[in-house]
């Protein structure tokens, strides 16, 4: 029987093992920290009662994902709940901009911005299916559908600070850079619009989901499934070699590149070896979760609503925010992330107590403490929030890559979205999860289509190596 071992079981190292044995593969995952999930776990951070997402909140590509559907998670007690709207970007004086399910909503809330919004967004929205089926991939396939994915494509292309004109006033073009911001990137490069088109996309197609109980219910749905197909589990040990993992015939390294350098040793060709640790990593994240009473008293209305509130102010303020963290600097006022997932589902709060994750950028391994600038990046925008604060759980870069080592140095996408690496991750070649040593894979999120708790680049992987079988 055909044997494999995943090291790291991040929802793509899960996914890997899940796909190779419902093929009939003979699966061990071998994961190095003491709880399964890597960047798919939740727990009590704050307060008893309060289910907080420790990585991974929204999951806009993970519904519909073919990994997901091909495995039937939703099947495996898998529930996705829905906040009221989906992301919130507030200004100064109460002001701010919204975004709906419904494309046509979003746009009359916009003013003399819903035209460029409604025109962006409707054609592709209808579009999403295949559009998402084609960027789940890696770049280098055949496309299904050209047009579609053109379309996508010349505006994903453009710099975000270019394609936010687009949508002409302060608000709408806020409200884009926002989700732009995603990307960890400088606004004003080549492709820096990417992220926030398909995040704003799957936003009007299928919204920003968060799954019922915890991002750790997606983990959960996974391991059931993996546990039917004979897949073994073992916690609490850091694979170092493939020595160590006794000859199997595939391994699926769930691991930064470096990581997978490192652990192949002098069996991976030079060429792949260098390229590994050549590969970039982004900025860093700095996260605290808050355990609110009361809820966050947004000024901006449609803020009260939203799954996720992005705060970075004017989309100039955010793109130069994000051009100094990208160069190593921190931010006065860095972009925040605000989760607030309970909106969506109720049972991770405690009466009217509630858990509110936030997260800023920084600096690639940033030893500062930005905690005071995450609750001032808040208060500014929901006055009288410091005073519901009950319990607050920080994770400072080199806490997170601690928590994780795939987060180098803070990054918790797994790798820069530079153009270059947004194509080819993580190096240029015809087959992106192939290392070079033959029958191992790297599978993580630094391979396509990159980061994100949805599985695929473990789902894909595992198929490449299935055929190379
Ligand atoms: C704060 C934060 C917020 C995020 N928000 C979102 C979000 O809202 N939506 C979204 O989709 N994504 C989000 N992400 C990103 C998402 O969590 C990751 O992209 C995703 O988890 C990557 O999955 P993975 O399987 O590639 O790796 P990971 O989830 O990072 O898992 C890798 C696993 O491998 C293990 N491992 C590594 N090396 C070894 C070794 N040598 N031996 C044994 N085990 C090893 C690690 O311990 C870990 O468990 C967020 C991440 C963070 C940290």
């Known amino acids: 029987m055909t044997t494999a071992v995943v090291v790291g079981s ?3 190292g899960l996914a890997a093992a899940l796909t190779l044995a419902a093929a009939g593969v003979q699966v061990r995952v071998i994961e190095a920290a003491d709880t399964l999930g890597g960047g798919a776990r939740s727990s009590e951070l704050t307060l008893p009662g309060l289910i907080h997402d420790e990585c991974s909140g929204i999951h806009p590509m993970t519904p519909d994902s073919a990994f997901a559907q091909r495995f039937d998670l939703a099947g495996a007690g898998l529930t996705w709940r829905w906040a009221p709207a989906e992301f919130a970007h507030p200004l100064d004086g109460g002001r701010g901009a919204v975004a709906v399910r419904s ?15 409604q025109r962006t967004f409707g054609p592709l929205t209808e579009r999403f299916d295949t559009i998402s089926e084609e960027f789940l991939q890696p770049v280098l396939h055949v496309p299904r559908h050209p047009l579609h994915l053109a379309r996508f494509g010349a505006y994903a292309a453009l710099p975000a600070t270019l394609l936010a004109h687009r949508f ?36 009007h197609a299928v919204g920003w989901p968060v799954a019922e109980g915890g991002t750790a219910a997606i983990r959960d749905a996974i391991v059931r499934r993996a546990a039917e197909h004979g897949v073994r589990f073992e916690t609490g040990r850091r694979v170092t070699s493939l020595d160590e993992l006794g000859g199997p015939d595939l391994v699926m390294l769930d691991t930064s590149p470096a990581a997978a350098a490192r652990i192949a040793g002098a069996r991976m060709p030079r060429h792949v070896r260098r390229a590994y640790l050549r590969y970039r990593h982004g900025p860093g994240a700095f996260k605290v979760d808050f355990a609110v009473e009361g809820g966050v008293p947004w000024a901006h209305e449609g803020s009260r609503g939203a799954g996720t509130v992005h705060l970075g102010g004017s989309a100039a303020e955010t793109a130069a925010a994000e051009k100094d963290v ?3 600097r921190m931010p006065q006022r860095p972009f925040v992330l605000v989760g607030q997932q309970y909106l969506a589902d109720k049972t991770r709060s405690a009466g009217d107590v509630h858990p509110l994750y936030a997260y800023a950028h920084v600096p ?15 208060e500014q925008f929901a006055p009288g929030f410091r005073d519901r604060i009950r319990a607050t759980h920080v994770r400072s870069t080199t806490e997170l890559s601690r928590y994780n080592e795939n987060y180098v140095a803070g990054d918790i996408v797994t790798g820069a979205n530079d153009p270059r690496q947004l194509v080819f991750r993580p190096r240029p070649a015809l087959d992106p ?6 029958g191992v894979y790297l599978c993580s999120a630094a391979t396509p289509p990159g980061a994100g708790a949805h599985g695929m680049c473990g789902y894909n992987a595992a198929r490449r190596a299935l055929t190379h079988l």
């Open 10 to 12: 991040g929802p793509n």
């Open 103 to 117: 494309v046509a909503e979003t746009a009359a809330g916009l003013g003399a911005g819903g035209r460029g919004w």
């Open 168 to 203: 002409r006033t302060p608000e709408a073009e806020a409200l884009f850079t926002g989700v732009a911001a995603h990307a960890f990137r400088p606004l004003d490069t080549l492709l820096s619009s990417a992220m926030g088109v398909a995040l704003t996309t799957a936003a």
């Open 326 to 328: 990208a160069a190593g």
């Open 364 to 378: 690639a391994g940033f030893t500062g403490d930005a905690t005071e600038a995450i609750t001032a990046r808040i």
């Open 433 to 438: 999860y192939a290392t070079g040593v033959p």
